[in-house]
């Protein structure tokens, strides 16, 4: 039960997945509607101290022009953090509006400006790794290592150096470098990410080139 009550929520005699709920509250058509759907979803957070409900919940209040719940960390100890996650969200969200080629352009240019400050941290093929790390993590949770491919020749920016390329095999070497415990963290949870500089100083870059974009 205690399983069930983190993964599910108890909505109207029901146990439904909080992605479900969520959704049933997107999709309400009217704030009246979503608030019923919402009320059970923060409940559930309550109960579980699911800090992450807030940004999950202002995500659906956006769709009908309602201001943000406050986070209550963002004025005591916790502010630093709360604000680097608003902000990260700001971004992903300011990424998925883009076409598609401006995301390529986006990558392109952040990759180029890693290069330029910071070539001590991609030496070798392998690190594209990291560098799908920061993506999958950060803007595109659906992205797989067998897509990756694809995207990452697209973003490699001209006059990229050929032994540092990515190859078709570069990605299914991952397994080789990261601690079976954390295979499915997120980089920045990994308790032994290889790669853990290169990847926050891309996102730094990726961030700051996404937020302050027109």
Known sequence: ?????????????????????????????CIATAEHYLCAYLMNAVINGNTDAIVQMNEVRANYNLKPIPDTEVNGKGSNNSSNDTKAEMARKKYKALTEDKRVSMLRAGMKELKDTHAN??????????????????????????????????????????????????????????????????????????????????????????????
């Open 1 to 29: 039960m205690e399983n069930l009550h983190k993964e599910f929520v108890y909505l109207d005699g029901k146990w439904l997945k909080g992605e479900d709920v969520l959704l049933m509250a997107k999709n309400a058509g």
């Open 121 to 214: 941290l991609f030496k070798s093929k392998i690190d594209w790794n990291g560098i799908f790390l920061v993506v999958r993590d950060r803007l595109d949770e659906s992205i797989r290592k067998s897509e990756f491919y694809t995207l990452a020749q697209k973003m490699t920016p001209e006059g990229w150096p050929a032994d540092m390329m990515i190859a078709v095999s570069t990605m299914t070497n991952f397994a080789h470098y990261v601690d079976c415990s954390d295979r499915l963290e997120a980089y920045y949870d990994m308790q032994n990410n290889p790669w853990k500089d290169l990847c926050y100083a891309f996102w730094e870059i990726l961030e700051e080139m996404i937020l302050t974009s027109n």
